[in-house]
């Protein structure tokens, strides 16, 4: 085929995508080969591709095309979350813009809208990984409340209900105002927020007082510090809450309130008398030392009003708003009454004083609402039980958290874990299978039926028909079901059910060989995935575990479309292709570390991408170079560049050798870099130089067939990286007519083969060499056209006049000869223990190099002055790490050797 002049990768991306759909290439089934599964992390439903997305896909692109071209049965499974609280929230709000209000239809009618929006847009996102080359099996698509999937979801629970694990309570949750339901610890971002520390009065009461317990206070002019016997000072950031106050507490050895011990207070605008108690919880050297005591609204407070016997005044409805228990704005929002509270309370004197304050608050991670704690009636799944095997396997290096630096923190909340709060107030979800009766019993069961056929059982229930139930209306966290992920996108009817043997597909799949994911979910999905793993298949449901960092911009900002510092990755492919961008985000992004993503590393992919098509050009020029490349003409030119194929067959073995240690230590963007070296500084800068013809000179047979060979084994392993650039020109004919299924995309990858060490190392030298004539055309403004002499004192056993034909190729040098002696009138360089001469006599001004190498030596000095300082510094010697000290003794040994060699070019120049 033709090939473009321009590298143009909208020509065909599309078309070699559809190509690999259309022939089956990402499609799996289980077969004798050793089988390569990634399951994807399902992106929930709602979403839309983001550069976290972008780089998550790409690295599992890169992992399942190289275990594809490993010759591994490479399984990449899709799929998306169904996203209870998040897809709620968006049909809630479709609703509403038809004049729909949720609260005045059915369930069953909520749903059918829930799902409609579902299929309309539940599918944006995996269109839009196909655009970035994600090689899944898209056959394999799953989505979490699929029938099977969901089945699983209700048989787990029910299978965890019978052992004991799940249960139902009144706890303190973390209440979601503006979704309407529960959320799990795990669920809430913690954000510093600007707020005010209100110090608020509560009046003591006294004998003197007692009676003058429903009378304004004194009016607001009067002054009352925290240690006057009528009144006590509370700082709050909180005011709006005062009217859900049980107690006031002190420490019982803070010695400014030992005269409040069994005393009350009132509770300012209310006038409700609490008593103030006695516990060391209280910081006396924060605030005011004394604190409010609101169990219904602060998990803390609960505890410690647990402790006390207080009661639990809750004042807020479920959507944030005050309800009749505050006795005052009933029916304001929380916000607003904080404002009018803090109003009030200063209009009756009992506001001392606001002071601006930061502190961390949390927030719904799918509303951004400002959560609410709430004491609640909700189901549990017990934790501690699961969470040792779970730990266990990361301890003893089953699973592998990479990096590694995160098993600390996995260990530490797999030590402290707490009980999972499973039930969320939504429709959109898995229902929970519990079943109440009018006496309030409840059973679990999967059907209505199976719940008669329990109550049955039981001596108080009796003659019960399914019409009497009622199933609970709540749905479960949308983590029960993605915690079972790796095991249901395969055989669903395991979950629940740990004896059951599994079809083939989990049978053969299962475990997973890698998964993909952030490391702030690397609790509340990975570890509970280990958990069902362990629970119902006796095997944790993956090996690895590769942990991505945040992508940020290049101040360091997470990229968000708030800030509007994140790009739309669909624009960068259009501008840069698929494989720049692909190339982009890998270069910055090694595992675990926060990416400091700039769009200037997606033009740099592009330029890679543009640089191997050039390259590819110019060899694919070579071909009509006739008659040297018939059999037998030609070769005489055959030994000119052996040493040059020979040096490359090596160069790309020992890249290949450290590109395969990157993988196996999922040093993905340290493989790449080695990947790009190879190819733009050692195939397309050296060794294309070494071997390329004179202008519209012919080429031998040899040199043309080995660049080929070299190009297409350099095709193989840049696929998985730049998969469509790679299968555009696998397919050139210059490479011979290849079959149907002859892609790059099943080729085989290379492996790494012996290399010829001590000819690495030598033209390592000539390559130094080279430059540095380079060096001296550039600093002294030789044209690269006139060409120069050469010779060398040879101190080493590297043997240059064997690389004649490189050295005067690649520097333009017209002969290379031996020399005992210094030459003069010379620029003189060392490489190695080698010195080398290049005559300049009649292309310098001999005063004004003079000049300039005296001016070098001067500066050299000075620099070696500094270094011997520091080396003198005993302090320094003794304290700095050793190899600092040695990098300080290379450098005086660099400007020493340097200084001698200016002043023995100084003596040459006369």
Known sequence: ????????????????????????????????????????????????????????????????????????????????????????????????????????????????????????????????????????????????????????????????????????????????????????????????????????????????????????????????????????????????????????????????????????????????????????????????????????????????????????????????????????????????????????????????????????????????????????????????????????YVNNGDVKLIPDKFINTYRHWMENVKDWCISRQLWWGQQIPAWYAPNGEVVVAKTAEEAIDQFNLKPLTYNLQPSDLKQDEDVVDTWFSSWLWPISVFDPTVCGNPEAKGNADINYYYPTNDLVTAPEILFFWVARMIMAGHEFRGQAPFKNVYLTGIVRDKLGRKMSKSLGNSPDPLDLIEKYGADGVRVGMLLCSPAGNDIMFDESSCEQGRNFANKIWNAFRLIKGWEGLTPA???????????????????????FNEALAEIEANFKSYRLSEALMATYKLVWDDYCAWYLEMVKPAYQQPIDRATYEASIQFFERILKVLHPFMPFLTEELWHDEVFGNREEKDCCIVAQIPTSAETNDKLLKEIEAIKQVVSEIRNIRNSKQISPKEALNLAVKINSDIDYLAYTNIICKLANITEISKTDEKIACAATFMAGRDEFFVPLEGNIDVEEEKATIKKEIEYLHGFLKSVNGKLANERFVQNAKPEIVANEQNKKADAEAKIKILEESLVALG
């Open 1 to 392: 085929m033709s090939i473009a002049k321009t590298y143009s990768p909208k020509d065909f991306e599309d078309k070699w995508y559809q190509y690999w759909m259309e022939n089956d290439f990402f499609k799996s089934t289980p077969d004798d080969r050793e089988p390569y599964t990634i399951v994807i992390p399902p992106p929930n439903v709602t979403g839309v591709l983001h550069m976290g997305h972008m780089l998550n896909n790409t690295i599992q692109d890169v992992l399942v095309r190289r275990a594809r071209m490993s010759g591994k049965n490479a399984c990449w499974i899709p799929g998306t979350d169904h996203a209870s609280i998040a897809t709620e929230a968006k049909v809630v709000a479709m609703l509403k813009e038809k004049g729909i209000n949720k609260k005045d239809i059915s369930r069953s009618e909520f749903l059918a809208h829930a799902y409609e929006w579902k299929d309309k847009y539940g599918g944006i996102i995996l269109d839009q990984l196909k655009k970035l080359g994600a090689s899944c099996d898209w056959s394999r698509t799953s989505f979490t409340m699929d029938p099977a999937l969901s089945e699983a979801v209700i048989d787990t629970f029910i299978h965890l209900h019978n052992k004991g694990l799940i249960y139902r309570g009144v706890r303190m949750v973390n209440w979601d105002p503006q979704g309407l339901t529960a959320v799990s610890d795990e669920e809430v971002i913690r954000k510093e927020v600007n707020q005010k520390l209100f110090y608020i009065k509560y009046q003591v009461v006294s004998s003197k007082n007692q009676d003058k317990k429903n009378q304004e206070p004194q009016d607001k002019e009067s002054q009352y510090s925290i240690l006057d016997t009528q009144y006590l000072t509370i700082a709050t950031t909180r005011p709006e809450t005062i009217m859900a106050d049980a107690a006031i507490c002190v420490n019982p050895n803070d010695e400014r309130y030992m005269h409040l011990h069994g005393k009350s207070v009132f509770v300012p605008l209310i006038n409700r008398e609490i008593p103030v108690i006695l516990d060391e919880y209280v910081t006396m050297d924060f605030g005011t030392g004394c604190l409010k005591v609101t169990p219904a609204h602060d998990l803390n407070d609960y505890e410690l009003g647990q402790k006390h016997h207080l009661p639990v005044i809750d004042i807020l409805n479920d959507n944030g708003t005050l309800n009749e228990k505050a006795e005052i704005l009933v029916g304001e929002d929380r916000f607003i009454a904080r404002k009018r509270i803090a109003k009030l309370l200063d209009e009756a004197g009992h506001l001392e004083k606001v002071e601006d304050y930061k502190s961390q608050v949390g927030f719904s991670e799918r509303t951004d609402a400002a959560i609410e704690p709430k004491l609640s009636m909700q189901w549990f799944c017990k934790m501690s039980e699961m969470a040792g095997p779970a730990l266990d």
């Open 629 to 651: 490349l018939s059999k037998g003409e030609g070769e005489s030119n055959g030994n000119v560049n052996a040493v040059a194929i020979a040096w490359f067959e090596s160069r």
